[in-house]
């Protein structure tokens, strides 16, 4: 140590130790020792590294290696996570679904039990909209799948038929990229009309304006109104109307064979909450007015389920809880030997400094003090471990960006985490290391 570094100790200890000194004063100069101990630790650290460049960076590679696979994992998980929630959220957080089952719980647990009760009707669907004044809209919907769609020479192959009210647009808030939805005339007359999807519209209609146009479903010719927009690539899309051909459910009923008795009849009701109704009050009602429309005992269970995207929401959390948890796994190992390594360092640094150490406990600092350092020590090192960590996430996550349409993203808040999660590292790969400096005899250390 310098002699004017030594100098500078002597004076503080001495300073702060004046208990003839206005707190004020004493408060100053406890401050300014503190800021001594934390730059001179520092200090030493990026001397560590300077000193023993190699040593220091293949000991510092457990912990970025390791902060590289929790944070990779996190930000795609995290990513993911975001991307199935806003895929989600499309079905809407104020909306009701009235189904045969409940998606909380397996389909298959009590299949049969729940395929025998009856789908969700038309009926139903009038009952809600005429007596539950909480509803702000009630839409009933039916859905065909594998149709062919054809104009012209061209054809579509797979497309889906969904035969809707007029509500339905505006429980989902659908939009039209081109045109229009069909309206309340055209609904209640059951016109030859429907609006298709981008993935329908640019198949039959590639280079041309598809609004006016016709096109041949089963046999009937349907005048499109409009372009429903593209949903987007989400990996989950529970609304997907890309590759489908939306019509009044009057026009449903005289061009399918519609069955609603069948046990596989694929009908929804969906039930939006008006302005300042909570979804518990709205399934209060709802479920007094069915169970009194399907004449059920009051002892008898409901013969349907009200299902809300919350209870999606619960199963999506604990999924990606159970993907974070195998992300620690995988990088805890790293970070373990990382930990290691650092301390190493640290029991060598304690080793290289034995006589400074004597000096400055000669002089006076406390345990403590010796402690501080060294834990600062340690904490710069695993921290500049683990910023290299996160830069080598951004750049990886940079790359997979420009090759995959899915955006993995890395956030503040992981940043924070990894950077946290390094310095807490730090805390424990220098406690042992400082407190054995800590315990030195001033005497011995500076023979030494």
């Known amino acids: 140590m310098k002699l004017l570094s030594v100098e500078k100790y002597l004076k503080l200890i001495y300073l702060s130790q004046d208990s003839l000194l206005h707190p004020k004063v004493n408060n100053t100069f406890e401050i300014i020792i503190m800021y001594k101990y934390v730059a001179e630790g520092i200090s030493q650290a990026i001397g560590q590294l300077r000193a023993n460049l190699l040593r220091s960076i293949l000991s510092l590679m457990g912990i970025s290696i390791g902060i590289f696979c929790i944070i990779t994992v996190k930000s795609s998980v995290d990513s993911l996570e975001a991307n199935i929630r806003e895929s989600f959220d499309k079905l809407g957080q104020d909306v009701l679904y009235l189904s045969k089952m409940p998606w909380n719980e397996d389909p298959f647990t009590n299949y049969w039990k729940y395929m025998r009760r009856p789908n969700p009707s038309f009926k139903d669907y009038q009952l809600i909209k005429d007596k539950v004044p909480s509803a702000a809209y009630a839409s009933f919907a039916t859905f065909e799948g594998n149709r062919i769609a054809k104009s012209g020479s061209n054809s579509v192959e797979g497309a889906f038929l969904v035969g809707c009210t007029e509500e339905y647009t505006k429980v989902f808030n659908l939009e039209c990229s081109d045109g229009r939805f069909f309206n309340m005339a055209e609904y209640n007359n059951g016109v030859y009309c429907c609006a298709i999807g981008t993935q329908v519209a ?12 016709y096109i041949i479903v089963g046999g009937h010719k349907l005048r499109i109104t409009g372009v429903i ?5 989400a990996i989950i899309n529970p609304l997907n109307f890309d590759n489908c ?3 009044p459910f009057t026009l449903m009923k005289k061009i399918s064979n519609l069955n609603p008795n069948s046990m596989f009849s694929n009908t929804s009701v969906n039930i939006k909450a008006a302005e300042g109704v909570s979804l518990d009050m709205l399934k209060d009602d709802i479920i007094a007015v069915l169970r009194g429309k399907h004449r059920l005992h009051p002892s008898e269970g409901n013969d349907f389920s009200l299902n809300e995207i919350s209870i999606l929401d619960d199963l999506i959390s604990s999924f990606f809880g159970i993907l974070n948890a195998v992300g620690f ?6 970070i373990l030997v990382g930990m290691f390594s650092v301390a190493n360092i640290m029991f060598v640094s304690v080793k290289e400094r034995t006589n400074i150490i004597g000096i400055k406990k000669a002089l006076g600092a406390p345990r403590k003090v010796i402690i501080l350092e060294f834990l600062i020590e340690a904490i710069v090192l695993c921290i500049l471990g683990g910023i290299l960590g996160l830069i080598l996430v951004f750049l990886m996550v940079s790359i997979i960006n420009t090759f995959i349409d899915f955006e993995i993203f890395l956030s503040v808040k992981n940043i924070v985490f990894g950077l946290i999660t390094s310095a807490l590292i730090g805390i424990l790969a220098g406690l042992l290391p400082a407190i ?6 001033p005497v011995e250390a500076i023979r030494q």
Not at 229 to 233: A, C, D
């Open 329 to 334: 796994i995988i990088g805890g190992f790293s």
């Open 245 to 247: 051909i939306l019509m």
């Open 202 to 213: 640019n198949s039959l209609f590639p280079t041309l304006d598809p609004i006016d146009r």
């Open 436 to 441: 054995q400096a800590s315990k030195l005899d």
């Open 229 to 233: 927009k593209k949903s987007g690539n």
